[in-house]
């Protein structure tokens, strides 16, 4: 049971004291440390290890300074200020890795050097593809690839000699051709969402969230909910809902309720994907899943390829509402023809080359789930069976 004299005594730089006031506060330092980690990696993994690991040293920083700055006269004080310390400190670091979207991190790279494969080295195209075609979780933010792509092509320095030729003498740097600007934009930031979707978002947790048995839980769920119907969601808002929402049992309503989280996420978001809380599934969702993450896949593959192949392809199989007009040696060649407005020789050409852009995506996509042995069969699969000549 910590006193006050131990307080005091840590205050004075007493080991034994300090090492009690930590001691007393771990349980408390773990599990905040724990909730900050999984608002930045939901999904748990090596990242949540990492961040849970980094929050636990500075909860602890967090505890050491409190009790330098700490002058009530109560245990129960200094709990409160401890703990309020701790849990105000995690959040400035959670904010703080949530916007360093320019940063690029392990995932990052792997990521953008999957696109790069897909996009046959062309670094300006795999940047465009990172930001679609991975599965989500894994899709970077424009900045995060922009990042990565700069880190994948190297620092060029900006004394570079940029040579004698044209217009450009033999002692111009690549600093000389650099605009310079004497401010900085005054640009405003605006959230992803708007006053109508946030509004909408928490009527829909209103109604279908599961209410915690936890009595102080339950009053935050309401309050903040509350608060959140006469006014535009804060992020402190948002991050308590984050830590008190419970999802409903049944699929349709748990997607509605982690939907709306992802709409209040994005309101109080102006610079990366925010984290949102673990996608909880059971069996009756496992059905569903893989079908609907499979769709979503093989859209954003197409989406990602040109116009002409993608629609050529789109017209082949029947994709997204598309007329089927067939693949094989017996497909309707004329009707997919007029259909598209192509002559007999462009169209093979263009379902030749699509389906082959269009494997190799999906492969680097699929890879990107983890699946790599099953990303290795497809590119196989595809090696094996497509053709030149377009039939197959």
Sequence with gaps: MLTFDTIRAAQN????????????????????????????????????????????????????????????????????YAFTTIENKLKDEVRSARNSGGAVDENAMKTFSAMVEAADGDVYEAAKLAQTL????????????????????????????????????????????????????????????????????????????????????????????????WGYPTLPAVEALEDVVRVPADPTERRYVLDAMAVLR????????????????????????????????????????????RDVLRHSFGIGGATDFGWGDGCDMDGLCAALDMTYVNAKAHRAKGRKAFAKRYAAAVALTGAVAYAAELEAAAASTLTNKGRK
């Excluded at 004291?17 to 007393?24: F, G, R, S």
């Excluded at 102006?270 to 969702?285: N, Q, S, W």
């Design 13 to 80: 730089n007493d080991l034994d004291a300090v090492t009690a006031v930590i001691e007393w506060t771990e349980s408390r330092v773990q599990r905040h440390a724990e909730v900050a980690a999984r608002r930045i990696a939901p999904h748990g993994g090596a990242a949540f290890a990492n961040y849970r690991d980094e929050f636990v040293q500075i909860a602890r920083i967090a505890v050491w300074d409190s009790l330098s700055r700490f002058t009530d006269g109560t245990v129960d004080s200094f709990e409160r």
């Design 134 to 229: 991975p599965p989500k979780g894994r899709r970077l933010s424009a900045d995060r690839a922009e990042a990565a792509r700069l880190a994948w092509q190297g620092n060029v320095s900006l004394d570079k000699p940029m040579g004698g030729h044209g217009s450009v003498t033999e002692n111009s740097t690549l600093a000389d051709f650099l605009p310079a600007y004497d401010e900085e934009p005054d640009g405003e930031i605006r959230p992803k969402v708007g006053v109508g979707a946030a509004s909408e978002a928490v009527h829909v947790l209103m109604r279908y969230v599961t209410v915690p048995k936890d009595e102080k839980a339950a009053q935050t769920l309401s309050e903040t909910l509350a608060a959140c119907v």
């Design 266 to 309: 994005s309101a109080v978001s102006t610079a990366t994907e925010g984290a949102l809380i673990e996608d909880l599934r059971d069996v009756r969702d496992e059905r569903t899943a893989d079908s609907r993450e499979k769709h979503e896949r093989v859209n954003n593959t197409l989406d990602s390829m040109g116009a002409a192949q």
